[in-house]
């Protein structure tokens, strides 16, 4: 099969470079898995661009269905690798939910998330909410809009529910990050009860992305929490109002990774580097020159094998902008960043947010030693495979050495106060000392016992 796909190739004039020649690859046909959302473009650039093909490597990608058929895909093999959400890989290596080694040697983007309401609940937060001289919403918006609107809700016997996209999503933990930033309890898990539900003040359920708005139009929910082009789509359908992205909530904070199994890793070491390196020019190509390419790469992603969003749907918030209410567009030239401030690099620090926001809402049900996170980050993100394919790219002149973080022991520098919105630093290397510095949430050998938080 190799030979037959090696000879069309050259038939059309495309021939892998020497280097990718080089490296013994113990498979080269490969199936990747993705959700239709824009920060899987990565994975259609290293396709749409060839630097898959210039690795040698003969790609399949393959929109999933939902996050959970998407990780059994991986786990069961037919899926080599995946675009993945971050808090996958760690809680399958946990053992919450579908148990598996995952592991990810490429961090796939920064921000790219957003929260929308309905447009009732708009109309009811707007009156709590600060203006700028302009008359537009002062931004961030804190979730402390939403308590006088919890409250009617609750007045009129009706719980305030929200979507997200999986239990342990970034989408999850950043919904229950604002929500409790502004006094809401979002609820905690326990072993007994993995609704997250147990104490909540507002009710979160899962909702796979591409339907959220016809969900929040539909009135099963008031508000959700999603990845774009499914915010942009609400302001566009008139259904509803994104109150505050990700990269406000939590400036550059992390966000998908590709995943592939512990198993196919060791099997496949030149393989999984080849498929890092195409990875790696993917984001480089979507980020140069001042995201001059993100047009290109927005007309990919609208493509229906890919997004299947409208092409002004999914520039809105790719190209540098972002727009609340209509009319109101905003820069934020940082709302996706494929590959400066170290993107693509898979830190121990970012899996140890996962990891704390786990513990937080009690899917992780007891106090574990700090220890205990660097273990668990050490064993799933692998930051040797991609310094190896960084420097491969480097010595093959396809990279800047500039570009990537040589000298790092895998842990970010403490994000300042001034970048979350809680004004709560975040430290990776002392998680249990964070959890406690977080007033909602549990502490120390707090456990949920029940509907109670004990200890």
Known sequence: ???????????????????????????????????????????????????????????????????????????????????????????????????????????????????????????????HIPSMEDGRPQHPISAEALIPVIEDFNARGEPFNMGMVFPVSTHNYELRYWLAAGGINPGYYSPDNITGQIGAEAFLSVTPPPQMPATLEAGTISGYAVGEPWNQQAVVKGIGVPVITDYQLWRN???????????????????????????????MWLDENDNANRPEAVEILSRPEYVGADYDVIAASMTGTFEFEPGDVREVPDFNVFFRYYATYPYYSDAVWYLTQM???????????????????????????Y???????????????????????????????????????????????????LPIGLHDDQRVVGDEVQG
Request: proline share 6%; no cysteine; aromatic share 10%.
């Open 1 to 127: 099969m190799k030979k037959l796909l090696l000879a069309l190739a050259a038939s059309t004039g495309l021939v892998a470079p020497a280097s990718a020649e080089m490296l013994e690859l113990e498979t080269d046909i490969l199936t990747f898995g993705f959700i239709k959302l824009t920060d899987m473009a990565p994975l259609a650039v290293a396709y749409e661009q060839g630097y898959f093909f210039d690795e040698g490597l003969f790609v399949t990608l393959e929109a999933q269905a939902n996050w959970k058929v998407l990780l059994d895909g991986v786990i069961d093999g037919q899926l080599q690798g995946a675009h993945m959400l971050a808090g996958q890989p760690l809680a399958a290596t946990i053992g919450y939910g579908t148990e598996a080694h995952i592991v990810t040697p490429f961090s796939m983007d920064l921000n790219g998330n957003g929260i929308t309401v309905s447009n009732e609940v708009w109309e009811m937060m707007r009156p």
């Open 359 to 385: 513990r937080r809402w009690g899917q992780i049900a007891e106090q574990q030693p700090d220890s205990w996170y660097d273990e668990v980050a050490r064993s799933v993100y692998r930051p040797d495979i």
């Open 387 to 437: 310094l190896d394919a960084a420097r491969s790219l480097v010595e093959d002149g396809l990279a800047n050495e500039a570009d990537f973080p040589w000298d790092t022991d895998g842990y970010r520098e403490a994000t300042p106060a001034e970048d979350i919105i809680d004004g709560i630093p975040y430290d990776g290397r002392t998680p249990n000392a964070y959890l406690n510095s």
């Open 253 to 283: 904070n992390p966000e998908k990774v590709f995943g592939l199994t512990a198993e196919f890793v060791e099997e496949n070491p030149n393989t999984t580097l080849a498929v890092t390196r195409a990875l790696i020019r993917a984001a």
